[in-house]
Every structure is written in C-alpha cells, then in structure tokens.
C-alpha cells in the first residue's frame, strides 16, 4: 500500500475554501515565515477517504477479530454504550466548575457521583475519585496517596513490595513516587511465595502491591494473610484492577484486606481499549485515604441534596487531571453497570472464568500448561514443548495472524518460559472459541510436522517477519516528502 505521501499530486485538492473577506493582518515577523512549502500531500477529498478507510481495513481490532490478549481484557463494547456517550457530547466538561456551573451540572455530576459509589459497593473501598485518566495514571494516583498518608502520620517508609509476576507498570509507578523495590519471587503453587514475602517484610515497607487473580489467572488463597502482615507493620494493600473483570461480584477487594484499587474502565466495564485513549483509571480508597484524594471533589449535600464541588483541602495530593477525568469513558462504563445490573455483572466474571477454564482443558495436551489449577479469567501455556521442534510462542503468534485471530500475548508473565498467555473474555461464544482452539491445535501439529514453515509467517499480511529487536532499538521513523 502507498505512503499517502506517494499519492499525492501537486496542485490536487480535497477542498476549495472560498476568498477571505477578513482585512489583511500585520505580516509576521520573516524569522517566523518557513522559506520553503510543508510538503504535505496533495489529494482529492474521495483519495484521502479511500487511503483512510483502506488503512482502517488493515487493523485488527475487537469488532473485526477474536482479541484473546491475556493480561489486558479485550471484550466486545456494545453500541449503545457509544449512543449514551453522545447524549452528553454538548455539555463542555469545565461547566461545572464556573460560577453557578453547580446549579447546571447536577445530572452529569450526579452521574459522575453514583458511578464513583458503584465501584465503591462493586470493589468494598469507601470512596472514589473519577480522576485518573488511565490505568497507569491510577497507579501513580494510587501511590502518591500512599505516600502522603504515610508522610501525614510521619513515618519512614522507603519500600513497596511487589510479585515477580506483577505488570511492569507496578514497580515502574512505585519507582516514580520515590520508592525502591523489593520483588518476591512466585512460588510453585503461582502465587507470591508466602514465607518469603514474610522474610522481606519490615517497618519500612510503605506498601504492597499485587493483581489478585494475578498475571498467571490465579487467585492466590493467601491473600488475607498477606494482608494482615503487611498491616501488622502499617504498610497499605494496593490492588492492581487489571484482572477485577474475573471477580466482581464473587470477591470485593476491601473485604479482602486492600487499602487502595484502581479500576480499568476500558478492561472492566466495556468503555474502548487501545488505539492511544482515552482511557480512564478511577480509584478507590478505604476512610483512612480519603482526606488525601484529589481536588476537585464531588460531594452530596445531606440537607438540600444537591451535589456541590469541593476544592479546598490542604491534606489533597492536588488536582490529577482536568475535570474529574474522560466524562465521554465514563458515561459509557455508568451506561454498561446500569444495563447489566448487579445481577448480570456477576454472570460477566462467571463466563469469563468459564471460558478460560474451556480454552485450558482443550488445549493442556498440545501446550505446556506451568500451573494446572483451575484458572480465573485467563489462562498461561507454555510453547516450550514446540521450542523442542525450534518454534517460539512468537513463531505462533505470527501463525495465528495467518488464520485471522490477533495473537495473545506472548512471552508475558516473564516468569514463564516461552509464555502464551490466553483470555478470551465473556463476550466470546463457544463457536468461536472452538474455532480458535481448532487454530491453536493445527498450530502445534505444524510444529511437529514442518517447524521450518514457522520461519516465514505471516504471509498474509502486507508487511511480513521483521526484525523486532532492531525495531525496538533503532527506531528511526521517518517519511520523506
């Protein structure tokens, strides 16, 4: 396909604006002035729709292909959900924050308000803030809370212990807010190994931070143990809410023994994933956090029942984002709990459970299955029985683009060798996840039968085998006019 540089005609345009009838302005001073054309490219409008749109065809994405990326839920996301967010598309975000912008606002804040109290009841914190604009951001938000409720009570804290098996955002956040990491390794039961995490603990530990189920899809049956140490030497509990699509309903991670949650809204509750945003990472926190949460907050007036803005805290961490975070993502994920109910929440992680669990039975005798335990939302093989005939897991995952599926994630958690890391969500139907199961099992026959043919996929595609080391670091991206 050609660069839509190449396709460009000099003289060729997409629109004709008419004559300005505004008077000429003082010319810019020459130093501002480029001396030479931008060279953008030159087309008619019906050229830029159709590189576009063919463009848009080449992408794998949710609505075009089953997305069994483990570790980053991928479910479908409804239409109406779209339909809900456009509803709210004249109201500008900042209304609500001019003078009298309270008295405007009160459906919009009351909607902001009541999704903050359905994670509360949905993950058992007391409390949420709406700000965060993303997982990450959530972390981050998360764990300058923690520091300055320890910083509040005076204490010296310098450590935040983490899984070996954790999401590299986790130590990455921690690191950010200032503190050093301390990493327990798994045990062969796929959990943090409990007697050295009791061995690591002390007074210096801020905090602990884990995704329970964690990376692996398990749910480690220790988790209130661990809780109540960390707590016996006045470090939080900070709950990574990548994997909360396996359990809501089943498990609220306050009742479990974590301080602090951020909730994925694009992996949870059916709002967009990838594509650069936006995003949206709310957090939770329990009593003893709230008065260190962010500014700008939405509070309910008990006497006249009206939501107000609150904005002076001298306690609050300050201000995370503009507003109180991607209105748009919100509306959608409020729209999707409304639909589904409390009730139909519960089936989601009920379905997701159950199709790991029907992915892992019908492919343990064609992989290596590490830990063989009933799973939770997704479940990690291991290639390492094709890597014998000379195939990677990311030879297969080339395979798979072949026959039409995105790969899942591969070489993730790092603590499996040759990782495939699988989940196909509850949106997905039983056809077609036995057709992808169909596709795996053909994958590792070809290994045994013709590993050398692994070498050249995908043949399908456009551009086939690069070179991903040398793309991860020489990135030199360029395109010359």
Request: one cysteine or more; proline letters at 6%.
């Amino acid at each position: 396909m050609q660069l839509i540089y190449e396709k460009s005609v000099n003289g060729r345009r997409g629109v004709m604006l008419p004559a300005s009838d505004v008077p000429a302005a003082v010319a810019l001073p020459q130093n501002l002035l480029r001396s030479e054309s931008a060279g953008l490219p030159e087309l008619s409008e019906l050229d830029l729709v159709r590189h576009f749109t063919n463009l848009s065809r080449r992408n794998f994405s949710v609505d075009t292909n089953f997305y069994p990326l483990g570790s980053c839920t991928m479910k479908y996301n409804a239409k109406v959900l779209e339909n809900a967010a456009n509803l709210f598309a004249p109201l500008h975000p900042m209304t609500a924050l001019l003078p009298g912008g309270e008295e405007l606002c009160q459906g919009s804040l009351g909607m902001l308000y009541d999704l903050g109290q359905m994670l509360v009841d949905i993950t058992g914190m007391d409390e949420v803030t709406t700000q965060p604009l993303a997982g990450a951001h959530g972390e981050m938000t998360g764990m300058l809370l923690v520091a300055a409720y320890h910083k509040a009570k005076g204490n010296k804290k310098k450590y935040v212990v983490v899984p070996d098996s954790s999401h590299g955002t986790n130590p990455a956040s921690a690191a950010m807010v200032g503190y050093e990491i301390i990493t327990i390794p798994t045990a062969p039961y796929g959990d943090m190994d409990l007697e050295l995490f009791k061995q690591a603990m002390n007074g210096e530990v801020a905090a602990v931070m884990m995704t329970c189920p964690n990376t692996l899809g398990l749910f480690n049956p220790y988790i209130k143990e661990i809780a109540d140490i960390a707590h016996s030497h006045d470090a939080l509990m900070y709950y990574d809410g990548a994997n909360l699509n396996a359990i809501m309903g089943k498990v609220r991670p306050g009742d479990v023994g974590f301080d602090v949650v951020h909730v994925n809204l694009h992996k949870t509750f059916g709002t967009p994933h990838g594509g650069g945003g936006p995003g949206s990472g709310p957090v939770g926190v329990k009593k003893s956090l709230i008065p260190f949460l962010p500014m700008p907050r939405i509070i309910h007036d008990e006497v006249s029942g009206k939501l107000e803005i609150q904005t002076d805290n001298p306690l609050s961490i300050g201000r995370t984002a503009n507003f109180f975070g991607n209105f748009g993502v919100m509306v959608k994920a409020y729209t999707y709990m409304i639909m589904l109910g409390r009730e139909g929440l519960i089936q989601v992680s009920e379905q997701a459970v159950l199709n790991a669990n029907y992915i892992k039975e019908k492919l343990k005798g064609y992989f290596d299955l590490p830990y063989s335990q009933t799973c939770m939302h997704e479940v990690v093989f291991s290639a390492s029985k094709q890597l014998a005939q000379g195939v990677h897991a990311i030879d297969i995952a080339k395979f798979l683009i072949d026959k039409g599926y995105h790969p899942p994630t591969v070489y993730f958690p790092m603590i499996v060798k040759e990782a495939i890391m699988i989940e196909p969500t509850e949106t997905e139907s039983k056809a077609t996840m036995d057709a992808f199961i169909e596709v795996m099992i053909e994958a590792a026959q070809q290994a045994e039968s013709d590993p050398d043919s692994f070498a050249a996929m995908p043949v399908t595609m456009p551009v086939t085998r690069l070179d991903e080391t040398r793309a991860a670091r020489s990135q030199t991206v360029c395109c010359l006019g």
